[in-house]
């Protein structure tokens, strides 16, 4: 019981360091929230997602769609948007 309470007081230990750091670096500057409704926030984010799912990974639209992006759009609000449609990028000339 000793050894297990002395790991879980390094773990809040290196918390507080960590956040103590991050509070020393922290700039002052007031917060402001993104401009836009919550919806357009939540498609943008997944149509970020789903590009660079698609195009940069090389995932199938339909398994990306699927798999990623719950962190951006969770399943309620990209069911407002309907199924994304991704265009083949444009080839350079």
């Known amino acids: 019981m ?3 309470t002395g790991s879980v007081w390094g773990q809040t230990s290196q918390v507080q360091a960590t956040v103590a750091r991050a509070k020393a670096l922290e ?3 007031p917060y402001v929230p993104p401009s836009g409704e919550t919806i357009e926030q939540y498609a943008s984010g ?3 997602i789903m590009c660079s799912a698609v195009f940069v ?3 199938d639209s339909a398994f990306a769609a699927e798999s990623v992006g ?3 759009a969770p ?3 990209r069911a ?3 199924v994304p449609k991704l265009h083949p990028a ?3 000339a």
């Open 80 to 82: 407002k948007r309907g």
């Open 2 to 4: 000793a050894l297990m």
């Open 27 to 29: 700039l002052d500057t």
């Open 70 to 72: 719950y962190f951006t």
């Open 46 to 48: 997944f149509a970020k």
């Open 90 to 92: 444009v080839p350079s």
């Open 57 to 59: 990974t090389g995932l």
């Open 75 to 77: 399943y309620a609000e």
